[in-house]
């Protein structure tokens, strides 16, 4: 069995859970990287590590079989943003398999309209209503993608000027990368 995916605050950083979420790949650009989550130890892990569901090393044997559904939700919420990230109408379909997602688990909500998910499908459904919050609150939120990685994050910067999923690791590389050109 393969080790699960070690997540850190790295993996982190986009400053909203729905984003955060599609950003569980290597990369996405320029052409897509390692799935993450490779494995329902690392789909539980995750959610862990967001504070969605207590952390376990020892997950049920059925997370295995919502790695599909947790793949598909992400594929759903690249959609969604992508759509709506480049000026367009957000696809019905890919919508619809959010809304969908969104009632097939458990959530409770509190005063403050925190979402607590009860299970793994609430899990996944907090973060479809994430993405459905994200997609559906006017005016649209600052959705920007990495120049390196294609990571989504919120660029809540001042003048809007951040380019890096994380100035730690692709933000650094980038540097060191024109660094050498300039040295070569
Ligand atoms: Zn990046």
Redesign the pocket.
Known sequence: MSTPTRWTDDHFVAGDIALDFANTVF?RTPELGADLLDSGRSLTGWFGHAGLLPPTDDPPAATEGALPAARRLRDRLWVVVDSQREGGEVPADALTGLLEQARSGVVTVTADGTVRPRSLAGALAAVALAGIRLVLTPPPRPVRS??????YFLDTSRGRRRR???MK???NQAKAARFRDSHS
């Open positions: 990369r990495c120049d390196r990685c294609g990571w890096w999923c994380s690791t692709c933000g």
